[in-house]
């Protein structure tokens, strides 16, 4: 099993910025990807950004590229999501999610709202 830790939501004006962080423990070993979604209300769960080896490959939603930007320390097992110049239409629960062999693993999410 894999559990996977959110911390780093909050309130924040727009234009402003937000680092999200996701923390692996369990069986991290072989776990090849890791990503961010985000489920506002009323809508359904989407892929906001992943970072996949080999070669830490990334891949963002249209709506996001050039604002956010998702790393991972293999050291730490841990992944991160720098959002910057957030936007009301941003506000959602962000959740974690880990692809270990065929399995994926969820976080239990954090909320970010965006908001003056």
């Known amino acids: 099993q894999v559990q996977l830790v959110e911390s780093g939501g909050g309130l924040v004006q727009p234009g402003g910025s937000l680092k999200l962080s996701c923390a692996a423990s369990?069986?991290?070993?072989?776990?090849?990807?890791m990503g961010w979604y985000r489920q506002a209300p009323g809508k359904e769960r989407e892929l906001v950004a992943r970072?996949?080896?080999?070669?830490?490959?990334?891949r963002y939603a249209d709506s996001v590229k050039g604002r956010f930007t998702i790393t991972r320390d293999w050291t730490k097992n841990t992944a991160y999501l720098q959002m910057n110049g957030l936007k009301p239409e941003d506000t959602a629960v962000y959740y974690c999610?880990?692809?270990?062999?065929?399995?994926?693993?969820w976080g239990q999410g954090t909320q970010v709202t965006v908001s003056s």
């Open positions: 970072i996949s080896t080999p070669g830490d490959n990334t």
């Open positions: 369990g069986f991290t070993a072989e776990i090849y990807s």
């Open positions: 999610n880990a692809i270990r062999r065929s399995a994926m693993y």
